[in-house]
């Protein structure tokens, strides 16, 4: 079981993976994903996962110019822990992924742990026509592209980042990722305790089945015992089944407009906050309660929003 109790709510309010055409809600200026940020804290999320997108037609932007307005917004306005991307969007290289995360210095900055296929082309079911150009080149490159993160790249951010006293949102899509952490941990690149985030429903990673939600828990069980915190999200509809799954089972969660745009069937979500309000109901439904951002620092082990170069 987890050491506390307290779940942490992690709200992830933009992402790279939907295209503005997908959701009018999805934040894209820098006000806006400040302003979900905030909101999502409000609602009661202890962490907020930030990418940043060109205010101009929503494209992922991973310039450390595009986070800087947001970042210093919600420090100013927020005690909410912070967690710069290192995983951008799939089809940027390494060293314009780290960037952010090696200038701003955050409390947490997220880690993908392996190669992959990262298929957003079904998206395109969905939409005759596209706002913006970029989107369905985009959208159907995932067909014939991999999601890049060898053992060289994953060095390469865990040792950039090694002086910050960054720590991980360890992002494992599938059970080889968990064994390619315990490698990094086997060669003292990182160290516990681990923030390992199980990510279920993405096409290309393992699904999202209850029993696929078990295996990747035994297995970081097994592997990791007692140095590390869980924490899932579900992709699209599975949202809500796999965080009601994992607060069940001592785990903390992740919502928000990257992981799903939704609230309901059929019924797009208006807010980030929302989505925390969902994650919230089913926590304290279970007995449960969440943690305060500085909580959740405690938890995790992180060095404090003090601390951070933004």
């Known amino acids: 079981m ?6 942490i709510i992690t709200c992830a309010v933009t992402g790279a993976i939907h295209t503005p055409t997908m959701s009018p809600h999805i934040p ?4 806006e994903i400040a302003d979900a940020a905030v909101g999502a804290a409000e609602a009661g999320a202890a962490i907020v996962h ?34 710069i991307t290192t995983g951008g969007a799939p089809t940027m290289l390494v060293d314009e992924r780290v960037k952010p995360a090696a200038v701003y210095k955050p409390e947490v900055a997220s880690l993908n742990m392996g190669t992959m296929n990262f298929g957003l082309f079904l998206m395109m079911k969905r939409h005759k026509e596209f706002k913006y150009d970029w989107e369905k080149p985009y959208l159907e490159g995932s067909r014939s592209s991999i999601f890049k993160n060898t053992y060289a ?10 002086n910050n006293g960054t720590r991980f949102e360890i992002e494992c899509y599938d059970t080889s990722h968990l064994y390619t ?3 990094f941990a086997d060669e003292g690149i990182v160290k516990p305790p681990f923030f390992i985030q199980t990510v279920f429903g993405i096409m290309g990673g393992i699904g999202a089945h209850p029993e696929d939600v078990m295996h990747l828990r035994r297995t970081a069980d097994r592997l990791f015992g007692k140095d590390y915190e869980w924490s899932v999200l579900g992709a699209g509809r599975n949202q809500l089944p796999v965080i009601t799954q ?7 969660v992740r919502v928000g407009l990257e992981d799903s745009l939704w609230r309901a069937p059929g019924k797009l979500a208006e807010t980030n906050a929302q989505q925390v309000v969902l994650a919230r109901q ?11 951002p500085d909580e959740a620092r405690q938890i995790l082990a992180l060095k404090g929003g003090d601390k951070v170069a933004f």
């Open 181 to 183: 952490l315990a490698y």
């Open 28 to 31: 894209i200026t820098a006000q």
């Open 282 to 292: 089913v926590i304290e439904s279970l007995g449960l309660e969440i943690a305060t």
């Open 153 to 162: 790249d994953i060095e390469y951010i865990l040792t950039t980042c090694a």
């Open 50 to 83: 930030l990418h940043a997108r060109d205010p101009r037609n929503g494209k992922p932007d991973q310039s450390p110019q595009a986070f800087e307005p947001f970042l210093k917004d919600i420090r100013k306005r927020s005690n909410v822990v912070v967690n």
């Open 2 to 7: 987890a050491k506390s109790r307290k779940v």
């Open 246 to 252: 994992a607060a069940a089972m001592g785990g903390h």
